[in-house]
């Protein structure tokens, strides 16, 4: 099975549970605890991400996934405008089979910002 064959089809709601209270905000954590999967792709070179809620969470706080999809932008070609971001979850075989782009650090770095008086 190749890496393009399980590219989730990419819908407008994330994958929420039916009981979910209307207008309620899904959240990373939410996905998280329900098990879902985080797929970013990017339209323009056609790439697909996968990454753990919780991690995303780590790096962009606990948003939705409306939310998600308008901070990132591709790592690639750059762009915001190209990428879409959904939740869903796996099937058997995907909880397997998908290659999780896992977050290794954050790194602070130093920045010294002078100004002239
Ligand atoms: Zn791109």
């Known amino acids: 099975m190749t890496n393009e064959e399980y590219v ?6 994330p994958d929420q549970p ?4 209307r207008g309620a ?12 999967v985080t797929g970013i792709r990017c339209a ?4 697909t991400r996968y990454y753990k809620p ?7 706080g606990n948003v939705t996934i409306d939310e998600v999809r308008e901070k ?14 959904e939740l869903f979850h796996p099937t ?6 998908i290659r999780y782009r896992r977050l290794v650090q954050i790194r602070w770095e130093k920045r010294v ?5």
């Open 8 to 13: 989730p089809h990419f819908r407008y709601m």
């Open 18 to 21: 039916e009981k979910w209270p």
């Open 25 to 36: 905000a899904w959240t990373l954590t939410h996905a998280h605890d329900a098990g879902q």
């Open 44 to 47: 323009r070179c056609n790439v």
């Open 54 to 60: 919780a991690e995303l969470r780590e790096v962009i």
């Open 72 to 85: 990132v932008r591709c790592q690639k070609c750059g762009s915001r405008e190209w990428m879409g971001a």
């Open 92 to 97: 058997g075989e995907q909880a397997h089979t």
């Open 113 to 117: 910002i002078w100004r002239d008086e």
